[in-house]
């Protein structure tokens, strides 16, 4: 890495050298050597080797529960998490500091206590589960238990990523569009709404990419019946546990691969959000 | 809650424009007290159903068989060890990670290179790394099928199914927190205060011990909080490099998992009560930080 400062603060502020030389020496070793490992494994694999794993209908199930139940955990959060902000943001009622603190817990509540918590919830003798059970909705040990966990971890990102934008969205706006004549929800729609998309879909990103590698909330409610609530991650660690190191490191590589992708497009989108929120002053 | 009411209804006009047109206007940009209450009550009941009820579920399950079964549970051997495992792994890698934290912080904040929006971007890696593949890299490296694998078992040294590699794991797992808290930070509070300091002929260090850390002790405080919390109760990496071995190498989230599948349910909620217990004083240490020092933690910090 070319280190020239081109400030003048150079000559003046010390210890350039030695921290930006601790910093990637432990990213390197900590980080990135480890995750290089990962492709290197793979490569060796080949193209048709990874396939192979993949395509197995085992792999290919558990993918497609892992990135449905994110899909649809991140869309029920996409409804709620702005709905939180919203009451957040506009409204007065008692306690709100609390509720409002109260959101970050799933960042906070160890994955495995989530999962048990949340088991213990929903299955059929649960506080929950006693309800749902008469109406012939099985949540514990089904695709809808990981559908639970993954909207239950995802929560925080949705409504962490709207907040601030509604804070900061100028209410002379939504008084020009009602003084224009504009019913309420003509303004909400088309004024309110596209201010705040972008933030939203950053959110539903971000809480789908932390969903689909979820392991700990969701391995307890899941079941984990092969093909039809295995999760991809576990599927991993049971290859891990049968020495299939190379079945292990072609899933954890199509993983990496795909977290990679979607994080490449939170990182469009939050580009767009500032854009959007520049041009608008 | 004062402060902050103009980002809550409209202000309210003195009682003499009555419900007149200006009355009127400002009404306009709210809703009517049937949708609020609607809308708030949807919110509070999603909020009970997905984080109240299994917040209260740990706690109620702990304690079903009573106070002596659930304290019985805690000081049990493996219990303490799962425990003892914790913190010595937390005292490990909580320190590791804010001194790196500080190291970057400070490269990234008070000089310019090329580069730096790559590097800022390759340390927020971790976390869009799912748990269970951050365990699996170190397992392919250091595993008895791994690189250094048969060399590391010649030496008699054991990383992977011991603390070495849980410690790893959890490090690689809590890698951002402090960093991501402290660049942001530091780049708003830009170089004037260490170059009047320099300038006055303090050293490097003196201008670091008494200069910038005074000006981030709470993100600093607020970084290590998270990364804490993380540390403590990260399960999914730890689960992959641990070998769960019973009292040597299981961490309290390990055994809350084992116990759990050993059907010793109140056993398992108990340990797990211990765990929500410091995510709850992680939540009210950090909201009580963004109250009382909001505006010495960075603007533009995500979460």
Not at chain 1, 85 to 91: H, I, K, L, N, S
Not at chain 1, 182 to 203: D, F, H, K, M
Not at chain 2, 265 to 284: D, I
Request: hydrophobic share 55%; net charge neutral; proline share 5%.
């Amino acid at each position: 890495m070319s280190a020239t400062p081109v400030r003048r603060a150079r000559s003046v502020i010390p210890g350039f050298g030695i921290t930006l030389g601790f910093t990637l020496t432990y990213l390197s070793l900590i980080v990135l050597i480890p995750l290089a490992g990962i492709f290197l494994k793979a490569a060796g694999l080949g193209f048709s080797g990874i396939w192979e794993v993949v395509s197995s209908p085992r792999v290919l199930a558990s993918l497609k529960l892992s990135f449905g139940a994110a899909l649809v955990g991140a869309a029920i959060n996409g409804v709620f998490g702005p709905l939180l902000a919203w009451v957040f943001v506009r409204y007065r009622f008692f306690g709100k500091r609390f509720f409002d603190a109260a959101v970050d817990l799933p960042f906070a509540l160890p994955t495995a206590v989530a999962g048990i918590a949340l088991t213990a919830l929903y299955s059929p003798n649960g506080w929950i589960g006693q309800f749902l059970t008469p109406l012939g909705i099985k949540v514990a040990y089904t695709p809808l238990g990981v559908v639970v966990a993954c909207t239950f971890i995802g929560l925080p990102f949705v409504v962490r990523t709207v907040q601030p934008v509604l804070e900061e969205a100028e209410k002379e706006l939504e008084e020009a569009a009602a003084s224009l004549g504009a019913t309420r929800w003509q303004t909400i729609t088309r004024v309110i709404l596209p201010t705040v998309l972008p933030a939203i879909l950053t959110g539903f990103a971000l809480a789908f990419a932390r969903a689909v590698g979820e392991y700990g909330s969701v391995i307890f409610i899941a079941g984990n019946l092969p093909m039809i609530s295995e999760i991809t991650p576990l599927l991993i660690i049971i290859k891990l546990e049968e020495f299939d190191y190379a079945g292990a490191t072609a899933v954890a590589g199509t993983m990496l691969v795909l977290s990679f992708a979607l994080l490449l497009l939170i990182n469009l989108l939050q580009a767009w959000v500032r854009r959007r929120n520049a041009s608008a002053r | 809650m004062s402060q902050d009411a103009s980002l809550q209804d409209p202000p309210s006009l003195p009682p003499e424009f009555g419900a007149g047109p200006l009355a009127r206007r400002n009404a306009a940009i709210t809703e009517a007290p049937w949708v609020r209450y609607i809308l708030i009550g949807f919110a509070l009941l999603f909020l009970t159903g997905f984080l109240f009820l299994p917040l209260a579920t740990v706690f109620v399950e702990a304690f079903r068989n009573g106070w002596r079964l659930y304290l019985a549970a805690l000081i049990e051997p493996d219990a303490l060890a799962a425990i003892r495992l914790t913190l010595l792994t937390a005292v490990i890698a909580v320190p590791l990670n804010l001194l790196f934290g500080l190291c970057a912080a400070w490269a990234i904040a008070k000089f310019q290179f090329r580069g730096k929006a790559l590097l800022i971007s390759l340390i927020d890696l971790p976390f869009s790394v799912s748990p269970v593949v951050a365990g699996l890299i170190y397992v392919l490296i250091f595993g008895a099928h791994g690189w250094f694998g048969s060399w590391l078992s010649d030496h008699d040294i054991k990383i992977i199914f011991s603390t070495p590699g849980i410690v790893l794991a959890t490090i690689f797992v809590t890698f951002p927190f402090v960093a991501r808290e402290l660049i942001p930070l530091m780049q708003e509070q830009g170089t004037d205060y260490e170059q009047a300091a320099l300038s006055l002929g303090a050293s490097g260090w003196q201008t670091f011990w008494h200069v910038t850390l005074p000006n981030i002790r709470w993100g600093l405080l607020f970084g290590v909080l998270l990364c804490n919390s993380r540390a403590m109760g990260e399960f999914g990496a730890v689960s992959v490099v641990s070998g769960h071995i019973r009292g040597q190498t299981n961490t309290m989230p390990l055994h809350v998992e084992i116990l759990y599948n050993e059907y010793q349910f109140s056993a398992a909620f108990a340990v797990a009560s211990l765990l929500a217990l410091l995510a709850l004083v992680t939540l009210s240490l950090k909201s009580y930080l963004e109250w009382r020092h909001g505006d010495e933690l960075a603007a533009t910090r995500k979460h």
